[in-house]
């Protein structure tokens, strides 16, 4: 985790996950040893919302009107990545309007039997590329994926 954070030249965020985020690693003092920590600190950070009106973490910025033009903005400036973390129907929002270049999807090995879903019950099939695929020694799998737009599905005919 440490890696993507640095990576990282700006942070996108849904409203719900900017308020945990503020909450927690907005208030905690610097601890000297996170990468975590300094660059969501150090690195601007950005929150899609219509009610959010005066963010209580320094460096932040609201996006309240055309949020797809917004974030097409931030994505064209040169560095390296604007990223997203937690904010699931804001992820939701960002695919439906093509605004995904890349996903990293950790994968825990834990059932759990409730919780919202990443992906919706309904809505368009996507087509994804597998970039990476590695595992920790913990178990968790990292899959990152490129999507690619509709799959293409075979069609049967009969003989």
Known sequence: MDDIYQRADAF???RRTYEIFAGSWGTWDDPGDSPIWTALHTQPKYVASTTL????WANTTVLSGDVAAAVGELKAKPGRELQVHGSGAFTRWLLDNDLVDEMNLFIFPVVVGQGTRLF???GPDRAL????SRA???GVTIQVY???GRP???TSTAD
């Open 120 to 122: 919706p019950d309904t």
């Open 152 to 154: 293409q599905y075979a």
């Open 12 to 14: 996108l965020f849904g």
């Open 146 to 148: 490129r999507p690619t």
């Open 53 to 56: 009106t005066e963010p209580r």
């Open 129 to 132: 590329e597998l970039v990476e």
């Open 136 to 138: 920790t020694p913990s």
